[in-house]
């Protein structure tokens, strides 16, 4: 068959199929939005919307082959026989790929034909392929890889994470903190939320250890998912987390597709350039994925979803990552800096407290008000200076956020330890019914002599202000008794502090203004001289 015929052949099998943006990134905003018409297009179709769906996605680390796998799963859903692998001389269509170093998948897509494939027990399902952003791009924040793999996760009945040469530490760890993101997500937490997954390593170098294929993944992947007692618990906890998450675990390991695949810039997925350990591996491959009999059909609390239900949960998921319902993930580093400099925080207010106890704690006397406001500046510069003293992650311009948090407390922090000050100060405690006494005082007096001159209105309107200070003064006693309508006795107190502080305080300073101090105090009366001083100056 010529090279023309193949590609022919091909675009016949493919049609007018293509790949489909279902979640568009926005790279400035750093957010996604769904694309409701094309997934309605693509799930709403009549001979699919009433199936159960099977859904297959691939996420994983940018440029790590994800679009190219695909293309070869996508051959093998239009051919669905054994020479689905292709001829030697076909190029790869399908999902966009190409080679290089700079990312080319934005999103999520999903191929535009949804396949209708009979299982062996002659139930029909709908099998949907989704392409999913690599992570850990440099365009990428930890949020957006964790909303996108969760959303891939989430949605997927299968979901293949895409490794290249073998498991890390830091690959579990990115695994555990991407499907605890999903799970946040979701309404429901199930024992297990999510269904298979599928850790497929390409470029494995190690065939002497673990060979190639399901078997030999299964056997390294149970040795690197063990939980041994003497492990580290952080490191027991990443392990037991995967295990609580997938209700199945699978492990396929890849060779490495040949130096022509990987160095050769025209490379268009033609057999005859790929390694025969490759192509021997991937035709083991793609049919464990979507053969018929190994189709897993996608559920949410146990009950199979159809095309249609998964369409609402999309819906239903995005709403969710587009809201700000949800923590936002950070880098290892970020998090790091923060609990760093909340310990510090933390340090150099618990050591402010300790002070301010000692000088105007629970079981100390009154101290000035005066007095007061200079121990706390000294105290909150001696805070401050034993936050900056401690060693902190994250940079200057990143912990003098944290410091102006720490010096927001301490300036809260003293607020309540001038009011508890306040409080053992007798008159202060008493200003509330001593207020009320003026005022009783004053519209008393206010209504003897307006009622004696005849201005009889406004002796009745003193005599009514009289009475509610005195009905207030009775609340107020009877609140501070009682504990009760605490509410009330506050708005008591808050009137009486405003009456004070307007009115009395100003008259009374206006008051000694114009009437010195010293001439309250009688002056000594000059002494007369005696008869016996007289006579000893004569």
């Known amino acids: 068959m010529t090279r023309d015929e193949e590609e022919d052949d091909l675009l016949e099998e493919v049609g007018v199929a293509r790949p489909v943006q279902i979640v568009v990134a926005d790279e400035e905003e750093h957010s996604f939005s769904l694309q409701e018409e094309a997934l309605e297009r693509l799930l709403l179709q009549e001979e699919v919307q009433d199936l159960n769906v099977v859904v297959v996605s691939v996420a994983g680390a940018f440029r790590k082959g994800k679009s190219f796998l695909l293309d070869f799963m996508l051959r093998f859903m239009y051919k669905q026989s054994d020479s689905w692998v292709g001829g030697e001389e076909q190029p790869l269509t399908g999902f966009t790929w190409r080679g290089g170093c700079e990312r080319e998948t934005t999103g999520i897509l999903a191929w535009s034909e949804v396949f209708v494939v009979e299982k062996p027990d002659g139930s029909k399902v709908a099998v949907l392929l989704i392409d999913t952003q690599g992570a850990f791009d440099s365009q990428s924040t930890i949020k957006d890889c964790a909303t996108l793999f969760a959303l891939s996760t989430m949605t997927s009945s299968v979901q293949v994470y895409n490794l290249s040469q073998n498991v890390q530490e830091d690959d579990l760890q990115h695994l555990q903190l991407f499907t605890e993101y999903g799970r946040l997500a979701m309404e429901e937490v199930y024992e297990k939320p999510f269904q298979t997954l599928m850790f497929l390593i390409r470029d494995w170098s190690y065939p002497y250890e673990h060979p190639y294929g399901l078997e030999g993944g299964l056997s390294f992947l149970e040795k690197r998912l063990q939980v041994k007692q003497n492990q580290h618990e952080e490191l ?138 200079r121990r706390h500046t000294e105290l909150r510069q001696a805070s401050v200076r034993h936050f900056r003293s401690v060693k902190k992650m994250g940079g200057e311009d990143f912990c003098r956020r944290y410091q102006e948090q720490l010096e927001a407390e301490l300036d809260e922090a003293y607020a309540n330890f001038s009011k508890h000050n306040d409080g053992k100060n007798i008159f202060y405690a008493a200003r509330t019914p001593a207020t009320l006494f003026a005022v009783m005082f004053v519209m008393y007096v206010m209504s003897m002599v307006t009622g004696f001159v005849g201005i009889n209105t406004v002796a009745t309107l003193c005599n009514l202000v009289m009475g509610a200070a005195l009905t207030a003064l009775c609340i107020w006693a009877y609140v501070k008794y009682s504990g009760e309508f605490r509410e009330v006795g506050g708005v008591i107190d808050q009137v009486a502090e405003t009456l004070w502080e307007q009115v009395f305080s100003k008259l009374f300073e206006v008051a000694r203004s114009k009437v010195p101090l010293a001439s309250l105090i009688p002056t000594p009366r000059p002494r007369l001289a005696s008869n016996n001083n007289v006579k000893k100056k004569n």
């Open 236 to 373: 027991q906890n990443v392990r037991k987390h995967i295990h609580s998450c997938f209700s199945n675990i699978s492990c396929f390991l890849l060779p490495h597709p040949g130096l022509k695949v990987a160095t050769n810039p025209h490379f268009d997925g033609r057999l005859r350039d790929i390694d025969e350990e490759f192509k021997k591996e991937l035709v083991n491959l793609v049919p464990t994925l979507l053969s018929p009999e190994n189709l897993v059909e996608k559920e949410i609390g146990g009950v199979k979803i159809t095309c249609r239900d998964l369409l609402h949960y999309f819906k239903a998921y995005m709403k969710i990552y587009q809201g700000e319902e949800l923590p936002h993930p950070k880098s290892m580093l970020q998090a790091t800096a923060e609990a760093n400099n909340l310990a510090a925080v933390a340090g150099a207010k618990d050591m402010y407290n300790k002070s301010m106890e000692q000088v105007c704690g629970g079981d100390k006397p009154y101290i000035s008000p005066s007095e007061l406001e």
